[in-house]
């Protein structure tokens, strides 16, 4: 998932050269919930018959999740490097340790600090790979706005996967329901604000540019909105939010075998000896959860069986 969710951007970096990032946040959710809901309606019309509490959540969900994480996501694309972005993201994990502890309860053991600090031990050297290392390192001491509007961005995506993993677990609401409802109900808060302080001559896109424009934003929707989004719901009836988020550690060395796939970039050997350490890291967390109870194995059924229960 996240080896895939990584190019997300890269591909938005290139479509915010033609639209301004509120416009580019509300079209982009707004498709997703306009395909997701549609497919809903003619799958299972009964999963939009929703309690007061359900729409309660399902409407936080779009505000944290949706509006005011990829609208403070894009808005800082604009101004920082791809290592700095990736480096902000990195307190993902701890903003989902926090939230983790206060909704569900969730420990945080020696064991799973340790795999932590060997994780991000493992991330930190991709970071000297990558442009713009030398300007993070030596910037650390200030903070700029577009800087604090990515945290602000990594703290509210967090808290948004904490509030789907309360819908999915403690609702009868199924991933792509809240994920369909909250996409189209956030393109709208988006759109609202684009209106509001983005310039409409009649559209913030130019004609020229409507092409490209399009084309960005439909690959962004159908990878991100569509298929990771679903499938990060999916796994969260598994995994718990911060062990997913902690996952999330390993998207710039993916990010860097992108580049290396579809650019030509060669990726320095370091990314892969990070990419042990990190996995080592994973593993610490993952046992630790484990052992708690917060991950529960699933036993395995055989072929034939899973088959017919299908």
Same mark, same amino acid.
């Given at each position: 998932m996240y080896a895939v969710w990584s190019s997300i951007f890269s591909i938005g970096k290139m479509t915010l050269e033609y639209s301004p990032p509120l416009f580019l946040t509300a079209s982009r959710m707004l498709l997703a919930g306009v395909l997701l809901l549609a497919f809903i309606t003619f799958k299972d019309r009964a999963s939009f018959r929703l309690t007061v509490k359900q729409i309660f959540f399902v409407s936080l969900l779009a505000l944290f999740s949706v509006y005011l994480t990829n609208a403070l996501e894009f808005w800082s694309l604009q101004h920082l490097t791809a290592a700095k972005t990736c480096f902000i993201y990195s307190l993902g994990p701890f903003f989902s340790a926090l939230l #983790?502890? $206060?909704?569900? @309860?969730e420990k945080m053991n020696g064991r799973k600090w340790l795999g932590m600090l060997v994780g991000f031990a493992g991330f930190i050297p991709v970071l000297s790979v990558q442009k713009g290392a030398e300007e993070l390192i030596t910037s650390l001491s200030f903070? %700029? +706005? &577009?800087?604090?509007?990515?945290?602000?961005?990594?703290?509210? #995506?967090?808290? @948004? +996967?904490?509030?789907?993993?309360v819908i999915v677990k403690d609702t009868t609401v199924s991933p792509m329901m809240a994920n369909g409802a909250s996409m189209l109900?956030?393109?709208?808060?988006? *759109?609202?604000? %684009?209106?509001?302080?983005?310039? +409409?001559?009649? $559209?913030?896109?130019? =004609?020229?540019?409507? @092409? &490209?424009?399009?084309?960005? =934003? $439909?690959?962004? =929707?159908?990878?991100?909105?569509?298929?990771?989004?679903?499938?990060?719901?999916?796994?969260?009836?598994? /995994?718990?939010?911060? /062990?997913?988020? /902690?996952?999330?550690? *390993? %998207? &710039?060395? /993916?990010?860097s075998l992108n580049s290396w796939?579809?650019? @030509? !970039?060669? &990726?320095?050997?370091?990314?892969?000896? %990070? =990419?042990?350490?990190?996995?080592?890291? *994973? +593993?610490?967390?993952? #046992?630790? !959860? *484990?052992?708690q109870g917060y991950i529960h194995k699933q036993p395995q059924k055989p072929v034939l069986d899973s088959v017919i229960s299908r």
């Open positions: #983790s502890y $206060l909704h569900f @309860g903070l %700029s +706005w &577009p800087e604090l509007a990515m945290m602000g961005a990594a703290f509210c #995506s967090v808290y @948004g +996967w904490i509030l789907l993993r109900l956030g393109g709208l808060f988006a *759109l609202t604000h %684009s209106y509001l302080a983005e310039s +409409w001559a009649p $559209l913030p896109v130019a =004609t020229a540019s409507l @092409g &490209p424009f399009l084309q960005g =934003t $439909l690959i962004m =929707t159908l990878i991100s909105n569509i298929l990771c989004y679903n499938l990060y719901g999916f796994l969260l009836k598994r /995994f718990t939010a911060t /062990f997913l988020s /902690f996952m999330g550690l *390993l %998207s &710039p060395i /993916f990010a796939i579809f650019l @030509g !970039e060669q &990726p320095s050997a370091i990314i892969f000896v %990070s =990419t042990g350490i990190v996995s080592i890291g *994973l +593993w610490l967390i993952y #046992s630790a !959860e *484990l052992k």
